[in-house]
């Protein structure tokens, strides 16, 4: 097998997170982006790792969230990704947003500067037959070229569904006699995460008027190709959960519980709207759950007649775009590389995961792989009581086969803790369970790779 040099198609999350920390053991690495050569339906800028739905990498809690536990997983891994994200954080509660501007320049800066990178901005449409070791990250918006090959080259059809993307509002514009500053629960370390999410509320015939509005507007007209393709469930368009009944969205993304209305002696409302920072000025808002296949002209008259964005401005309307990924437990090996040409790697969400900590995660993953490859070491993943052994679990459970979909890190994932005394678990004392003992055997795993990473 050639290990002279790596080749990675695909500079997101996934490939750049390979690209590093391959790179950074010493390892020639061709990094492929078509972009901007070639570009996509939904991407804005040349930069590597843009990320083109949320700017939210969710929750910071690694006592009580798995996410939390996976980017913990992630830090003591050296992740280039995390520590760019936690580098150019903006505040979001408990969550980790980021201001995805900084974030994605900054990677691109990194990646270009490093002596054993090299970047070839051109669009990959053959794989190599041969023993060229490659990782395909190509991410949701694989090109239609590859997605043939990777047809082809997997001997089964290429699964997909649908991604929607959230709007983006200028605050400038935002009535505050109407609109406040909260997190739920007043959630956060100080005052700036106490007050990170922008609230809009809405009474009980103007909750009735929108969801209304939202059953009724003009939605984007797919393809013929494209009609049968479902969407992700984690990330269904507003107008579908609103179909799905009246209070659905109240018990959704628009539940008011933990938050009190200033401008109504503090009375919590009949539903809510909330917005997170999307840059760290704070100029630019991000409609929290609003992802939509609505008409453009459809969001701005529906928008703009929630309580406190009656006069806002757009800097992104919300889209819709067709995401790829392969059948993992089907073609796969357990070090990520296809079972008829164990040179091609895969990484990041064309797996089947689903997120942007996941897919670095997956990214990270299989740089370990390919660096136990090279030097003839046995294939070693996390222990299936971690984050990330879970993760990698998942894609390779053969009872998936048949019925496999895209997945969040979850609890659901995670071997189960033993009971204490013989009584089951409390649901707090379960989590923190699951994520002490995540920790633990982490380390103990971690600590035997420390050269590996």
Same mark, same amino acid.
């Given at each position: ?153 997997? $001997? ?75 969407? &992700? ?56 759950? &609003? ?21 806002? $401005? ?62 003839? $070491? ?32 979850? &609890? ?42």
């Amino acid at each position: 097998m050639d290990t002279s040099s790596i080749k990675i198609v695909g500079a997101g999350l996934a490939g750049c997170e390979a690209a590093w920390q391959l790179a950074n053991k010493g390892f020639h690495v061709q990094l492929y982006e078509m972009r901007p050569i070639k570009k996509t339906a939904v991407h804005q800028t040349e930069n590597f790792c843009e990320l083109v739905c949320s700017n939210s990498f969710r929750s910071n809690d690694d006592k009580k969230n798995a996410v939390g536990q996976l980017k913990w997983e992630l830090r003591s891994a050296h992740s280039l990704i995390m520590k760019t994200a936690d580098k150019h954080s903006v505040p979001a509660g408990g969550a980790l947003a980021i201001d995805r501007v900084k974030f994605s320049s900054e990677i691109t800066k990194k990646i270009w500067a490093h002596p054993l990178i090299e970047i070839k901005h051109e669009e990959v449409t053959q794989l190599s037959t041969e023993n060229e070791l490659t990782i395909i990250a190509t991410g949701p918006l694989t090109s239609n070229a590859l997605a043939e090959k990777l047809k082809i080259i997997t $001997k089964s059809e290429n699964l997909a569904f649908f991604d929607a993307i959230a709007p983006i509002i200028y605050k400038e514009d935002v009535d505050m006699n109407k609109a406040w500053f909260q997190s739920r629960y007043d959630k956060g370390e100080n005052s700036l995460e106490k007050k990170a999410y922008l609230n809009c509320p809405m009474n009980n015939e103007e909750y009735d008027s929108f969801v209304k509005n939202l059953i009724t507007a003009p939605k984007i007209e797919f393809k013929e190709w494209e009609k049968e393709t479902p969407y &992700f469930q984690a990330c269904l368009p507003i107008e579908i959960m609103a179909e799905r009944g009246h209070d659905t969205l109240r018990f959704g993304p628009m539940k008011p519980v933990g938050l009190r209305n200033p401008h109504d002696n503090n009375r919590r409302p009949y539903a809510v709207v909330q917005l997170r920072p999307d840059n760290t000025t704070q100029t630019l808002y991000n409609m929290v759950g &609003f992802q939509t296949k609505m008409t453009h002209s459809s969001q701005v008259t529906i928008f703009q007649n929630i309580p406190g964005l009656e006069n806002v $401005k757009f800097a992104r309307l919300g889209g819709i775009h067709r995401n790829t990924f392969i059948n993992s437990p089907e073609v796969l090996r357990s070090d990520l590389s296809l079972k008829n040409s164990p040179h091609i790697h895969f990484a990041g969400q064309i797996t089947g995961v689903e997120g942007y900590v996941e897919s670095t995660a997956i990214g990270l993953l299989a740089a370990l792989f390919i660096f136990e490859k090279i030097t003839e $070491k046995k294939c070693s993943p996390p222990p299936l009581t971690t984050a990330l052994g879970s993760l990698h679990n998942y894609l390779l459970l053969q009872d998936n086969k048949s019925l496999f979909q895209p997945m969040n890190i979850n &609890f659901g994932l995670f071997q189960e803790p033993p009971p204490t005394d013989g009584k089951k678990l409390k649901k707090d004392d379960r989590k923190i369970a699951f994520t002490s003992r995540a920790k633990k055997d982490w380390n103990e795993w971690f600590s035997s790779k420390h050269n590996l990473i």
